[in-house]
C-alpha cells in the first residue's frame, strides 16, 4: 500500500498557486477523497498537508497542499516559508491556477519553480466556470511548460491530469534507483555489520538497513547479519569469503582491520549517498576535510527530526572525529528536519546525513545548491570513512 512506503521513496508531488486557486479541491479531487478542508475563504489551508497515494504506474507518491504562494502578514510569511520547504523534496509541481488566469502572480511562481529545476505543470482550474484564455495558453507555449484544464468541482479533467503527471516526471525518477544489486550476483553472500548501541532504535534495525537487506534479497543473494564484535566468528564460519561486507559507519575501521584486503568493503551510508545524491561528488566533499582552516564552520545537517542520545553521531561524534583528524579549531552548527540555512557560503562544509527519511529530489538539490555556491558537501559515512583512514576501500566497489 501506499501509505506503507518509506518517506523517502515516494515521489513528492506538490500543489501550488494562490490562494483560493481551488488547490484543495483539486488535492481532494485527485485522492478521491476527502484530505483538504475546502472553503470558499481564502487561506484556508495554513500548514502542508500530505496524501500518500499508488499513482499508477508510477507507485507510491506523496500529494501535498500548500498554502497560497500569496499570502500576507506574519503569519502568511510563515505559511509561505513552510510551503516552500515543501517545494524543496517536490519532484513534481502542479501550478493551479484559478478562473482569473494566468496573472504576475502565477508567472513569477513558475519562474521560480523553473529555477529551481523542479518539473512544472500548470493546472487552469475552475474549468467549470471559466475557460482558459489564449493569451494564458500562448504563455505556456512560449514559457515551454505544459498545461492541462480541470474542474476539480465538476470531477472533469482529473484523469488527464493524472496522465500528464505521469508523463512529466524525469525518466531518473521514475527506474527504480540502485542500492546494491548491481554489486552483487545471485547466490553470493552478503556480510552486513550491525552494532547495537545507545543510538539504535529498540527491537528493530534501522531502515537503511532493512532497505539494504531487501535488497541484497532481491538479487537472490544471501544476506547475514552481525554486530561487529562476532564479525570475525562469522568470517571464519564461511565456507568461502562473502561477496561483499556492508558495514555501519561508526565501526568501520575496526571491520576494515577484520575483513581481508582482498574482500571488497563498503558502507551502509556509502550506499545511501549513491542511492539518494551523487558518490563522487560527495567523495569529493569528503577530500575537502583537509582543507579546512582554523576558524571555520561546518555545516551539520539531518533530513530528520530526533531526540539526540548523549553520544549522537553528528552532533557529537562526527564533530569530534574531523576536529581529531584535522587538528583544527572549528565550529560545528547542526540543521535537522526540512530546515536549510540560506546564508551557505559562510561554510566552509557541508556534512549531510544519509537521507534515508527523505528523498532523491531534497538530497540533489541540496547538493547542487552546495556546490553552486561553492561548498564542499559530503554525507555522514563517506566522511566518517574519510577521516578513519578508509575511505578509498570503501568507494572502491564502485570504480571511484
Known amino acids: ?38 472553503s470558499d475563504v481564502p487561506g484556508t489551508t ?20 500548500t498554502a497560497g504562494l500569496d499570502d500576507s502578514g ?7 516559508r ?93 527506474a527504480d534507483p540502485v542500492l546494491v544489486s548491481d554489486l552483487i550476483s545471485e547466490g553470493d553472500t552478503v556480510l552486513c555489520v550491525v552494532p547495537i548501541d545507545l543510538a539504535a532504535p529498540k527491537g528493530r534495525l534501522i531502515l537503511p538497513q532493512v532497505q539494504v537487506l531487501r535488497d541484497v534479497l532481491d538479487a537472490d543473494a544471501m544476506g547475514m547479519v552481525v554486530k561487529e564484535r562476532e564479525l570475525e566468528a562469522a568470517l571464519d564460519k564461511l565456507v568461502s569469503p562473502p561477496a561483499l561486507v556492508i558495514t555501519d559507519s561508526q565501526v568501520v575501521l575496526k571491520v576494515a582491520g577484520d575483513v581481508d584486503d582482498d574482500i571488497p568493503m563498503t558502507t551502509f551510508s556509502t550506499l545511501f549517498a549513491r542511492y ?26 539531518e533530513a530528520c527530526s530526533h531526540h539526540a542520545v548523549a553520544d549522537d553521531i553528528g552532533r557529537v561524534k562526527i564533530p569530534r572525529w574531523i576536529t581529531q583528524y584535522t587538528g583544527r579549531e572549528l565550529s560545528f552548527e547542526m540543521y535537522a528536519g526540512h530546515d536549510f540555512p540560506e546564508d551557505l557560503e559562510r561554510y566552509a ?46 568507494v572502491a566497489p564502485f570504480g571511484l
Not at 484564455?133 to 498545461?147: K, L, N, T, W
Request: one cysteine or more.
Open 1 to 38: 500500500m501506499s501509505d506503507k512506503a518509506p518517506r523517502g521513496e515516494r515521489l513528492v508531488i506538490t500543489l501550488v498557486g494562490r490562494r483560493n486557486a481551488g488547490k484543495s479541491s483539486l488535492i481532494n479531487a485527485l485522492a478521491g477523497q476527502q484530505i483538504a478542508i475546502v
Open 46 to 65: 495554513t500548514d502542508p498537508v500530505a496524501k500518500p497515494y499508488e499513482l499508477l504506474p508510477l507507485g507510491p507518491v506523496t500529494f501535498y497542499d
Open 74 to 80: 506574519e503569519l502568511g510569511e510563515m505559511r509561505v
Open 82 to 174: 513552510s510551503a516552500r520547504k515543501v517545494l524543496a523534496r517536490t519532484d513534481v509541481a502542479l501550478l493551479v491556477v484559478s478562473e482569473a488566469g494566468m496573472e504576475e502572480a502565477e508567472k513569477r511562481m513558475l519562474a521560480d519553480l523553473q529555477a529551481m529545476e523542479i518539473s512544472a505543470l500548470v493546472v487552469f482550474n475552475k474549468q467549470d466556470i471559466a475557460d482558459v484564455r489564449p493569451e494564458d495558453v500562448r504563455f505556456c507555449h512560449e514559457a515551454g511548460v505544459r498545461h492541462v484544464q480541470v474542474s476539480s468541482v465538476a470531477q472533469k479533467g482529473i484523469s488527464e491530469l493524472k496522465s500528464a503527471i505521469v508523463e512529466m516526471v524525469p525518466e531518473e525518477l521514475k
Open 276 to 301: 539518494k545524491g551523487d558518490l563522487e561528488l560527495l567523495v569529493r566533499g569528503a577530500r575537502a576535510i583537509d582543507s579546512l582552516r582554523d576558524g571555520d564552520t561546518v555545516l551539520m545537517c
Open 349 to 394: 562544509l557541508a556534512v549531510h546525513c544519509g537521507g534515508c527519511m527523505t528523498n532523491r529530489a531534497e538530497m540533489m538539490r541540496r547538493i547542487r545548491e552546495c556546490t553552486r555556491r561553492g561548498v564542499p558537501v559530503t554525507n555522514y559515512g563517506v566522511a566518517i570513512s574519510k577521516v578513519q583512514g578508509v575511505l578509498e576501500r570503501v
